[in-house]
């Protein structure tokens, strides 16, 4: 696949801009300045850049609870996010949502989800919708392995693909729900197996790899916008930390520090940039550069949260319904 | 003015408003060429086709999630689940997307979303077919609920309900479906959140909805007759409440007693009541009258049911007894 370089680069900055916010969260989170549950998504950069960066900004996704690298990667506010995850005023959420349910509609994002698999349906209504309006926009819902084993998954699934959405459902096989392994818990080795029971394409892609996820997902934008119906991509990919920040040694009841190590070692970020330096399109000091820049962008962000005022207690009371401007 | 059955004035409301409106569809089991389960459709796959008015496979958390996911995103859905009691498969999407989603949004999402659900017992259709599980909904902050007991007040109702841009369920006792009543022609709506004074009376004040409503109201008719009068209130929605309504009511009559179809721990009767007692504790003659079904399933034997949910007779002594 020949590439523009400087959507390549692009994507290495989106995946490191991913792997920082997250870093700092986790640093802020430690530091008891963030409130709440906190569930990181480093390790899995590629999966969120390499799918959507196939996405138009009026195309949909649906997140989870470890949410923060897909609504980076689908373009989300990082002084926008931050404020939320401080519980600010400012936030996307005006502080009533948290991490676990950012939600940006105005650019297709209709949220981050605390219930696993539960932006299955709701990402498939919103491509029966895109569907029923006669556009070709396309939806997009990420969920994990252990997703996969919830019954909306298959409700879900199955729906879209009797009815021929334009919805593509991604796996983010990170090897464990919370703690238990994908062996444990499924039967069969890859989930896009699964796809065959539904009479759809399913592609089982090297997570670790965000060219790799970006074409096989690009054919399955391709084949949504086209009206050929849903696809399942399973990306196997690895949670590089705890299931919440917070978890400390307690990961090591089910697995190893060398299973750990190991698969540390296949850092998608570190990985990309050997490509992208060695065909010559990253140079060192080109790397330095978009670390800086997201750097700076990091510290405007935490500035922006810090200076934020918080909602007032009453503001609780506020948005239950929708009210008609009078 | 012109009667015509529950069934066909929610249909007429739900065909006149998908006229006026193309983003609104309608979908559900059974609900296309079939007509629904209980006739709730009847008509409306013939004037819209495949497209906007769709048979699901059976899939409850699907029905409800594709109705939230079309509603944020530009659509006007009507969404069917056959029973109530088969909202047991679709809690997570009520509960947890669908009553909460404008609100964790920070106000930045809109779900015009309606659900429609048939319920109600006496049917002889036993612990899974009969249940009444409306205080769940209204023990959950972000739905309104709407509980029409005549075919005027259906029609109406499902019209406001349908032009709402928030969650709205509509619980549609399956015996009501086939009563008749006088419902006006064409464009009408009724509001959300309104209670009507279905009998004025000033000895006692009865609150009811959907079924039970008209057993209070054949009730109130015989008590007239022994010279006891009794004011009998429709609930018609139960988010929001109309207290202003039932209090008034009490102030004048000094005496109430709630009356539903549902269990009785922990059921509408109980919040009422509560309310009633906090707002008009002194006007109170008596203490607040719950008549509801016994704590248990409701269970299939024709005797077993009719002991367990309020019948006339039931109704009638425990009212002659706050006296």
């Known amino acids: 696949m020949k590439l523009d370089k400087q959507l390549l680069l692009d994507m290495y900055g989106r995946m490191l801009r991913i792997r920082k916010f997250e870093l700092k969260v986790e640093e802020l989170h430690l530091r008891g300045i963030l409130p709440g549950l906190k569930h990181l998504y480093i390790g899995e950069e590629a999966v969120a850049v390499g799918v959507t960066f196939n996405l138009r900004e009026d195309d949909y996704i649906g997140s989870t609870h470890r949410g923060h690298g897909h609504l980076i990667a689908k373009g989300g506010d990082v002084k926008i996010i931050m404020a939320e995850l401080y519980g600010k005023k400012t936030g996307y959420c005006k502080g009533k949502g948290g991490s676990m349910h950012i939600a940006d509609i105005n650019i297709g994002i209709l949220g981050a989800n605390g219930i696993v698999a539960a932006n299955i349906p709701i990402v498939g209504g919103a491509a029966l919708s895109a569907k029923l309006r006669g556009t070709d926009q396309v939806a997009v819902s990420f969920f994990g392995d252990g997703g996969a084993n919830e019954g909306m998954f298959h409700e879900g699934v199955n729906l879209a ?68 119906g849903p696809t399942l991509v399973e990306c196997k990919t690895y949670r590089f930390k705890g299931h919440y920040v917070g978890e400390g040694s307690r990961e090591l009841s089910y697995r190893s520090r060398e299973e750990l190590k190991k698969c540390q070692e296949k850092c998608p970020i570190q990985k990309f940039k050997w490509t992208l330096t060695k065909e010559g399109i990253l140079t060192e000091g080109l790397a330095e550069k978009i670390n800086r820049q997201i750097d700076k962008e990091l510290e405007e962000a935490i500035k922006f949260a810090e200076e934020s005022p918080y909602p007032s207690p009453e503001d609780a009371l506020e948005d239950l319904f929708f009210e008609e401007e009078t | 003015m012109r009667e015509i059955t529950y069934a066909e004035a929610a249909i007429e409301a739900i065909g006149e408003e998908m006229e006026k409106d193309d983003k609104i569809f309608y979908m559900g089991e059974d609900v296309g060429r079939f007509g629904g389960s209980y006739g709730t459709t009847k008509g409306l796959w013939e004037r819209f086709g495949d497209d906007r008015v769709k048979d699901t496979p059976m899939s409850e958390a699907a029905i409800v999630g594709y109705g939230l996911g079309a509603a944020i995103t530009g659509m006007r859905p009507v969404v069917e689940i056959m029973f109530v009691d088969l909202l047991c498969l679709a809690m997570d999407q009520i509960v947890n997307q669908v009553a909460k989603i404008h609100y964790m949004f920070g106000g930045k999402a809109k779900v015009p979303l309606v659900i429609r659900v048939p319920f109600g017992g006496l049917r002889r259709a036993a612990g899974q077919h009969s249940q009444h599980l409306e205080a769940w909904f209204l023990h959950t902050p972000g739905l309104k609920i709407v509980v029409p007991s005549d075919p ?105 007693a709630i009356v539903h179809q549902a269990c009785l721990t922990g059921g509408v009767g109980a919040e009422v009541g509560i309310r009633i007692t906090e707002a008009a504790f002194d006007y109170l003659d008596a203490p607040v009258k719950r008549i509801a079904a016994r704590d248990v399933p409701v269970p299939f034997s024709p005797v077993l049911e009719d002991f367990v949910v309020p019948t006339e007779e039931r109704i009638e002594g425990e009212i002659k007894g706050m006296l």
């Open chain 1, 161 to 228: 693909s009797v009815w021929k959405l334009p919805a593509i459902f991604i796996c983010e096989n990170n090897q464990y729900a919370i703690s238990t392994s994908q062996s444990k818990a499924t039967a069969i080795p890859n989930i896009a197996d699964r796809a065959k029971s539904y009479g759809i394409p399913g592609f089982t892609v090297d997570g670790m790899d965000v060219l790799a996820v970006y074409e096989i997902t690009g054919e399955a934008v391709a084949r949504a916008r086209e009206g050929k």
């Open chain 2, 152 to 256: 005027y007040h259906v029609k109406g109702l499902l019209k406001t309900a349908i032009r709402e841009n928030n969650p709205v369920m509509c619980l549609e006792h399956i015996l009501l479906y086939q009563i008749r009543g006088g419902v006006p022609e064409g464009d009408y709506t009724l509001p959300i959140g309104k209670a009507q004074i279905k009998r004025e009376g000033k000895d006692v004040t009865v609150v009811s909805y959907s079924l039970m409503l008209h057993r209070c109201l054949s009730v109130a008719e015989k008590l007239h007759k022994q010279g006891i009068e009794v004011e009998v209130i429709d609930l018609g929605s139960l988010h929001p409440l109309d207290m202003e309504t039932v209090v008034a009511s009490v102030k004048k009559t000094n005496r109430v």
